[in-house]
């Protein structure tokens, strides 16, 4: 079967790690701003305010993506850019921006998917609580109906939230993230609740605000856990240990079922109702009833996953990993199965389509002595990884589009600068793009699955 022949073959970036221009044109400031201006939170102190220089070079760069045979380019609009409070006063030169960015992708032929939080959250918002207070719900609608007023007579595909379990996770119980705090459990599932309403109401705004049919979906992240072997057991145990909740800890904040069912199923799953009933906020029926407003598709963020096994009474077991097994430069395990199961599952359960939205590794790159930057790992988990996503297409799974992460090296948040997963070379010092040996690579596989 493989790939349909209008499936989108894109990349993705987000706009506090490319853009910089970060006090530039009546943009307010966020919390990434604040938090990385103070010493102690990001490797080597690096901070966002000049990143890729996008802001100003963003026309060589959709340049770039056009010669690099891109269909279409993910990228997320900050907030506090066009309301500089977050909420109230327009912000013209961050909407030309935007605007401008637009057109220029569509003069390309390159079709703009705009992400709506990409996690740097007005700082003004924040200083009233953030997603703690319940006007979030209401603050983030709005700003979400103006994208699409402004935008949606030429941009017709939109993402609410990319990765919820990071921008609360990471930042507000381990504090890693802006804007670096380390809250208890009932606050934690508060501004889960609040970020799920949020996300309803933006759907319910955006469509009564659309100038024409528009396509709206979210992007979690997914841990696409995939079976030891194919056999029923050992699928269904891993169907287990990707929908469960966790217990109380770090965990729960990656349980795909707690962040997914209210949004598509239109109920919480009823494991974690128990387990963490005691600390939940008031849960109505109309709140369900807004959170789950239907969407369009299913995004998901795939970077890895672990491998289970049917174990003592048929409960998952994560099998563990031979010593030596590949691993990018941050770490992570390179698992390309779940490019392939991760996809099937959420198919099964949530029955979207599905859209890749992020999938990429960082390598250590560095430009070689012939000037060209060789990134043969790139190469190699792209085309296993895609050979997987292939195989779930195969498998009767309706995807419509894969995006990688990174159109270019970028500002990887708490690691600053010092991880690189673009497949365009960016050189801090002179902003000069090198197109790394997978650029061209893609390049290839991109004309040669679009029949
Ligand atoms: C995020 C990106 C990030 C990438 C690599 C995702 O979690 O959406 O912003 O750069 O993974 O860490």
């Known amino acids: 079967m493989s790939f349909k022949k209008d499936f989108v073959w894109g990349v993705a970036t987000a706009s506090y790690q490319i853009e910089g221009a970060w006090d530039k044109d009546g943009k307010g400031l966020n919390i990434w701003d604040v938090f990385c201006h103070e010493p102690g939170h990001i490797t080597e102190n690096h901070n966002g305010d000049i990143a890729c220089d996008h802001y100003n070079r963003y026309k060589e760069d959709v340049q770039l993506m056009k010669e690099l045979g891109i269909k279409a380019y993910r990228f997320s609009i900050s907030w506090s850019r066009i309301f500089p409070n977050g909420t109230g006063q327009i912000n013209e030169k961050g909407v030309k921006f935007y605007s401008d960015l637009i057109d220029e992708l569509l003069a390309n032929g390159i079709e703009p998917y705009i992400t709506l939080f990409h996690w740097d959250y007005p700082y003004q918002l924040h200083k009233k609580g953030g997603w703690l207070n319940d006007d979030s719900v209401e603050w983030f609608s709005n700003y979400a109906a103006k994208v699409v007023e402004l935008f949606s007579d030429r941009a017709v595909n939109y993402i609410t939230f990319n990765e919820p379990q990071c921008f609360i996770g990471l930042a507000y119980f381990n504090g890693a993230h802006a804007p670096g705090l380390k809250v208890g459990y009932k606050d934690i599932f508060q501004m889960c609740h609040n970020v799920l309403k949020a996300h309803g109401a933006a759907v319910k705004a955006m469509r009564a605000n659309a100038k024409q049919k528009i396509k709206i979906g979210f992007s979690p992240a997914v841990e696409a856990n995939y079976p030891a072997t194919e056999t029923f057991k050992d699928i269904e145990a891993t169907r287990r240990a990707i929908f469960n909740c966790a217990p109380l800890g770090w965990g729960i904040m990656w349980s795909i079922a707690w962040w997914c069912d209210p949004i598509v199923l239109g109920c919480y799953p009823k494991d974690g109702l128990e387990m963490y009933k005691e600390y939940l906020p008031e849960i109505t029926s ?45 770490q992570w395990s390179v698992t390309p199965k779940c490019l392939q199961w991760g996809p099937r599952f959420m198919a099964e359960r949530y029955k979207l389509p599905i859209i890749i939205t992020e999938n ?59 991880e690189r997963f673009g497949i365009v070379y960016v050189d801090y010092d002179t902003q000069v793009r090198i197109p790394k040996d997978s650029a061209y690579w893609y390049k290839e596989w991109i004309e040669s699955h679009n029949g």
């Open 360 to 418: 990429g590794m960082s390598a250590h790159d560095t430009v070689s002595i012939d000037g060209k930057v060789h990134d043969p790992n790139r190469i190699d988990f792209l085309n296993r990884y895609l050979l997987e996503l292939e195989k779930a297409v195969d498998a009767g799974v309706d995807v419509l589009g894969y995006f990688l992460w990174s159109f270019m090296d970028n500002f990887e948040w708490a690691y600053g600068y010092t």
């Open 286 to 330: 109309e709140d369900m009833e807004l959170i789950s407003q239907p969407i369009d598709f299913f995004g998901m963020n795939v970077y890895n996953g672990k491998e289970i096994a049917a174990g003592d009474s048929d409960n998952p077991e994560f099998v563990k990993r031979k010593p030596g097994s590949p691993k990018t430069a941050i």
